[in-house]
C-alpha cells in the first residue's frame, strides 16, 4: 500500500507539473488572456446592460400605468360632477384591459371604493396612509409595496390624484405585479445573455485560431534549433504570410541558418586544410627520424635529412604562427587601435625589411611614394601588414631579374596602395580563390616550401575589418595587387 500511494502521488505530481507546463505555453497564455479580457468585458456590459434596460422598463412601464390612471382619473372626477359613478366600472375595466394593470379607485381618507381586480370585490379596504398622501401629491408617484398587506406580495403602485371642482377628493391606484413588470426586461436579458454565448465561443474560436497560428512558428523554431544541435544545417523554417512579426522572424531564422551553414562549411574545409597542410612536414618528420633512428639513413647522409627535419618543422612553426595571427585578427576591435598614420612611412619600413629578399632574387624596386606623405585613419601595424604580405608575395613569384613595383595614389578620400611584379599571369579563374585559406597559386601544396597559404587570405581580413577593399588584375605576366584605406581627416585627392 505504500509503495502504491506513493506512486499515485509522484503520478498526481506529474500530471500537475504537465498541465501548469502546458499554462505557461504561449498558445494557452494567449487564449487564456483572450478568453479573460472577453469574459470581463461581457460582464461589465452586462452589468451596464442590466441596469439600463430594467431602469428603461421601470421607467417606460411608469409611464404607461401613469397615463391609463391620469384617464381613469379624468373618469372619475366627470363622474363625480355629474352626482353618479355609474358606467363607471365598465370603462375601468377596459382600462385595466389595455394596459395590463388594476386600478383602485379610493376616495381622500384612502377608503377603497371601486376596484377592477376581482379578488378585491366585496372586500372592504383601507390603503395606508402614507400611500394615500403620496397619491394625493402633485409629484409623480411611484411605488413598490404591499398596500398595507393588502397583497401577499410586492407590486408596483402607481398614484394620480381624483381631481373634482378644484379639490382633491381622492386618488387612483394602478397595480401591477412585479413578474409583469419584468416582462420585458427578461426578454431583454435573454437577448443579451443569448448574443454574449454567441460572441464568447465566436471569440474563443478565433483566439485559439490565432493563438495556433502564432505558437506555430515558434514550435517549429524549437524544432529547427534541435536538429540543428544534432548537425542537420539544412532546417529552414516556412515563410509565414500575413504577419509581419512572424516573417520577420522566420526571415532571421532562415538568414541565421544560412550563416551557420556557411560557417560550418568553412569550418570542415579548415580543418580538412590544416590536415593536409600538417600531414606532409610531419609525415616527411618522422619518416626521416624513424629512418635515422632504425639505421635506413646512412650515418654520412644524416646530417642532410636533419636539415631536412629542421626546414619541415620550421615550417610547421610557421603554419602554427600563422593560424594563430589569423584567430587574433578575427578577434581584434579595431575601434581601439584605429587612429591617423603616415601610409608612406610604412611603405618606406616595408621595402627596408624586404631588401634582403628582394636582393636575393636580384630584383629591381620601383616605388612611387611621396616624401610629403599620406595620412591615412586605421591600425598602423596591420596595415603595415597588409602591405609586407603583399610584397612578400610579389617577390616570392616575381620573375628573376624582374622589377617590383610599390606605389601610392589619392581618390575620392582613399589611398590607393599598389603591389605589381613580373611573373607566371594567374588564370582568370583562379583569382576569386586567391584569398581562400590555404590556397596557393602555384597548385602544389609541396612545391612553396616556404608558404603556407595564409598570407594572402591575412591580408583579405584585415582589409575586410577596415572594410576596405582589395582588386586583383593579372595580364600578360603583370600582375597588380591594389586595396584602399581611407584618408584622415582634411586630406584631399591629389
Known amino acids: 500500500m505504500p509503495e502504491e500511494s506513493k506512486e499515485k502521488t509522484q503520478k498526481k ?9 502546458r499554462c505557461r505555453t504561449i498558445y494557452w497564455q494567449n487564449f487564456l488572456l483572450t478568453a479573460s479580457v472577453v469574459m470581463l468585458t461581457l460582464a461589465l456590459l452586462g452589468s451596464a446592460f442590466f441596469a439600463l434596460t430594467y431602469s428603461y422598463a421601470i421607467d417606460e412601464r411608469s409611464e404607461q400605468m401613469q397615463s391609463k390612471a391620469t384617464v381613469v382619473s379624468h373618469m372619475v372626477s366627470s363622474y363625480m360632477e355629474n352626482g353618479s359613478l355609474t358606467g363607471l366600472c365598465e370603462l375601468a375595466d377596459f382600462a385595466s384591459n389595455v394596459t395590463d394593470a388594476e386600478f383602485l379607485i379610493c376616495n381622500s381618507d384612502g377608503n377603497l371604493l371601486l376596484t377592477t381586480d376581482t379578488t378585491l370585490v366585496n372586500r372592504v379596504l383601507t390603503v395606508p396612509q402614507d400611500v394615500a398622501e403620496g397619491a394625493m401629491s402633485d409629484d409623480t408617484y411611484a411605488v413598490r409595496t404591499t398596500l398595507g398587506d393588502i397583497y401577499e406580495d410586492t407590486h408596483f403602485v402607481v ?13 387612483v391606484l394602478a397595480v401591477t405585479g412585479a413578474r409583469a413588470l419584468t416582462t420585458m426586461w427578461r426578454t431583454f436579458i435573454g437577448l443579451f445573455f443569448m448574443t454574449a454565448v454567441t460572441v464568447l465561443l465566436l471569440s474563443f474560436v478565433v483566439s ?34 500575413g504577419v509581419t512579426e512572424i516573417t520577420e522572424l522566420a526571415e532571421s531564422f532562415n538568414n541565421m541558418a544560412d550563416s551557420l551553414q556557411e560557417t560550418e562549411r568553412q569550418r570542415r574545409e579548415f580543418i580538412a586544410n590544416v590536415s593536409h597542410e600538417l600531414k606532409t612536414p610531419m ?46 585578427l578575427q578577434s581584434r576591435d579595431l575601434t581601439r587601435t584605429k ?11 616595408v621595402l627596408i625589411s624586404m631588401e ?8 629591381d624596386v620601383d616605388a612611387d611614394i611621396p616624401d610629403s606623405g599620406i595620412m591615412v585613419l586605421g591600425d598602423n601595424d596591420l596595415i603595415t601588414q597588409v602591405i609586407y604580405n603583399l610584397l612578400e608575395n610579389a617577390t616570392k613569384f616575381a620573375r628573376k631579374g624582374s622589377a617590383l613595383y610599390l606605389g601610392v595614389t589619392t581618390l575620392n578620400g582613399k589611398a590607393l596602395i599598389s603591389v605589381r611584379n613580373e611573373g607566371d599571369t594567374i588564370p582568370a579563374e583562379e583569382i576569386p580563390l586567391l584569398f581562400e585559406r590555404f590556397h596557393k597559386s602555384d597548385k602544389s601544396r609541396s612545391e612553396d616550401k616556404d608558404g603556407v597559404g595564409l598570407g594572402l587570405y591575412v591580408v583579405k581580413t584585415i582589409l575586410d575589418q577596415h572594410k576596405e577593399h582589395i582588386a586583383v588584375t593579372s595580364e600578360n605576366g603583370l600582375t597588380t595587387f591594389t586595396f584602399s584605406v581611407t584618408l584622415a581627416g582634411g586630406q584631399t585627392a591629389q
Request: proline share 4%.
Open 356 to 363: 634582403k629578399k628582394i636582393t636575393d632574387r636580384g630584383l
Open 208 to 241: 485559439a485560431w490565432v493563438s495556433m497560428r502564432q505558437s506555430r512558428p515558434i514550435h517549429e523554431m524549437a524544432e529547427a534549433t534541435r536538429r540543428f544541435a544534432e548537425g542537420n544545417f539544412d532546417v529552414r523554417m516556412h515563410n509565414y504570410e
Open 283 to 328: 609525415t616527411t618528420i618522422a619518416g626521416y627520424t624513424d629512418g635515422i633512428l632504425d639505421g635506413t639513413i646512412p650515418p654520412e647522409q644524416e646530417k642532410e635529412y636533419l636539415r631536412i627535419i629542421s626546414d619541415e618543422a620550421r615550417r610547421l612553426s610557421r603554419l602554427v604562427r600563422r593560424m594563430l595571427e589569423v584567430s587574433q
Open 13 to 21: 505530481r506529474w500530471t500537475l507539473k504537465k498541465v501548469k507546463t
Open 339 to 349: 587612429a591617423p598614420f603616415d601610409v608612406c612611412e610604412s611603405m618606406r619600413r
Open 159 to 171: 398614484g394620480v390624484p381624483i381631481v373634482s371642482e378644484g379639490a382633491t377628493v381622492g386618488f
